[in-house]
């Protein structure tokens, strides 16, 4: 069992190292602006009609003609037929000099008409406006096509508002670019020297510096540091103020940070940390306050060596999704497989592993099975360059930052590399999800995130989950209305397999009617280090079993993801379905990610 953890970004270790010269302090911001940028308000000129097939105006131009003036005679405006649309409409010009009740008279004379289908305005759309923050230009990993994350195209449609973030981390340094966005949060830190504010744990979440004065203080081997700012370097790049001519853009700008404070001196105990999470998701802790602004969507930017999820981690974690939190948590910068570190191995979390500009794994990043989704983290140096040295800033992430080498000094922006940094774009994209649809549960963000992500475009040896995040087609996925195609029905809790056990995961089918079909399609995702290891069974709500997959001592090769085709005509749709898999060797385990059923 792990006794604390370290951050998992620029200071937190030589595959963390961080960047570029701190930024000359900013003036005071302008008003924030709730949108990117306020589209132009222009008169409608023009309307399109579309006729039912049967009406001879839908073939006819010179009947859409008549049709038109018709209708122009009835209301008294000017109104003419102008072309065919490529689809069959028809395209009436409303004339010069046309009010809002104009154009609503003559909508509501077409809408009469039993011969017009639909009538709708012809409306005018403009391009896409960057935000107007002064380093925006620099923040690749929002925007560029290979390696970023494209989020602007789902600012249209949600920017976090009404969601609560919090940023489990060093505390909150002071920053304007942040300010507007900050909700009362707690310190955790139960030891006042290592929370350095002499009092333990406060209702202050003010980041007092995490430095280290000499080696060796932190234990053997750690090395002399100055103050990281970790957890506003996190906060800024899931919700730093947009829209308002300096600094960065937020990817949730419009969600609230809540800084919940449990790294100080040599890092922090996972007793603090479980803590947080309970009190962040709107848990009881005992001794501490309500929290009065429970959080939705928890950022983890931290984590130490075990073998196994801690139970106190996995309790926490636990009663967080419970209370609907989607809790984030970075891989880890070892290099090394994500299974030998926590809270990433823990179950009920979104494991992040980073990747580089140029859409490879970054060299520090973790991997393995335990990722389930990668996000830009960047590098401020080349894996081949001098530990420590910071070579190309421009590759790293940008965000809110403090001059201080130990206590809080003035506010900047320095670039950072690390899973923490790749962490918070998950998280905003979480918040992005939660509210453009409240109902969203965890697993259903979780399931959507990595539903919707795209390869990557380099390389990534030993494993980086789902692939790269993709904002804008996730917000789309989750606010379309149409019902997925063929009836999927899908559960996307992961569910661990121990060696030598059987487990089960469960979908409930409901509004089917009769019998299943012939060819039941049955998506099977397990992650897993040995494959061979594993017998998989479909049980229908009968208790029926049908043989997916046998047992092989010679395949070793990793997970099991797959399409069976099942003839299930003989059982009643409409019930519970499970997926049984056992584990029949010791050595290797795994879990499973998610299953579907199409009927």
Known sequence: MVAGAAILGAAATTSGAFAA?????????????????????????????????????????????????????????????ERRLAAGAALVDLGDG???????????????????????????????????????????????????????????????????????????????DLAANVVAGYDFISSSADARDSNGRD???????????????????????SSSWHGTHVAGTIGAVTNNTKGIAGIAYGAKIQPVRVLGKCGGSSADIADAITWASGGTVPGVPANANPAKVINLSLGGASSTCPSVYQTAINGAVS????VVVAAGNSNANTSGFTPANCSNVITVASTSREGNRSYYSNYGTVVDVAAPGGETRRA????????????????????????????????????????????????????????????????????????LPGTCTGGCGAGIADAAKTVNAVTTTTPPAGNVFTNPTRVSIPDNTTVSSSI??????????????????????????????????????????????????????????????????????????????????????????TF
């Not at 289908?117 to 380093?135: C, F, G, K, Q």
């Not at 979440?205 to 080696?215: I, L, S, V, Y």
Request: aromatic share 6%; hydrophobic share 35%; charged share 20%.
């Open 323 to 326: 209370r609907g939190t989607t």
């Open 203 to 225: 209702a202050d979440p003010k980041d007092e510096g995490d430095w280290n004065a000499t080696d060796n203080e932190c234990g053997s081997g750690s090395k002399a540091s």
């Open 98 to 176: 046309t009010t809002k009740q104009d154009v609503t008279k003559v909508m509501d004379a077409f809408r009469a008409d039993p011969a017009v289908a639909s009538v709708e305005p012809d409306i005018r759309a403009y391009a896409m406006a960057a935000p107007n923050d002064t380093e925006y230009a620099k923040q690749w990993d929002l925007f560029e096509a290979t390696g970023g994350m494209n989020v602007p195209a789902a600012w249209d449609k949600t920017t976090g508002s009404g969601v609560t973030v919090a940023v489990i981390d060093t505390g909150y340094a002071a920053h304007s």
């Open 508 to 597: 409930s089918v409901t509004g089917r009617a009769g019998n299943a079909p012939a060819a039941l399609k049955v998506g099977v995702d397990i992650k897993h280090t040995w494959r061979g290891d594993l017998v998989v069974d479909l049980v229908a709500p009968d208790g029926t079993v049908r043989n997916l997959k046998t047992s092989s001592s010679s395949d070793s090769a990793d997970n099991v993801v797959a399409t069976y085709t099942v003839n299930a005509s003989d059982e009643v749709a409409n019930g519970t379905w499970k997926l049984q898999v056992r584990d029949v060797a010791t050595g290797d385990t795994g879990y499973i990610d998610s299953w579907s059923l």
């Open 384 to 455: 081949t360059d001098t530990p420590g040295t910071v070579t190309t800033p421009e590759n790293g992430i940008l965000s809110t930052l403090n001059s201080g080498a130990t206590t809080q000094s003035a506010e900047n922006y320095k670039p950072y590399q690390g899973t923490s940094m790749a962490a918070p774009h998950i998280a905003g994209l979480a918040a992005l999800l939660k509210s453009a649809k409240s109902t969203l549960t965890p697993a259903e963000i979780e399931s959507a995130i990595k539903a919707n992500a795209r390869p």
């Open 21 to 81: 010269a701190p930024a000359a302090p900013t003036p005071k911001p302008a008003p924030v602006s709730q949108a990117i940028q306020a589209l132009p308000s222009a008169p409608v000129e023009k309307l399109i009609v579309t006729y039912k097939s049967q009406a001879a105006e839908a073939g006819s131009n010179a009947a859409a003609q008549s049709d038109t003036a018709e209708k122009a005679a009835k209301t008294g405006e000017k109104l003419s037929f």
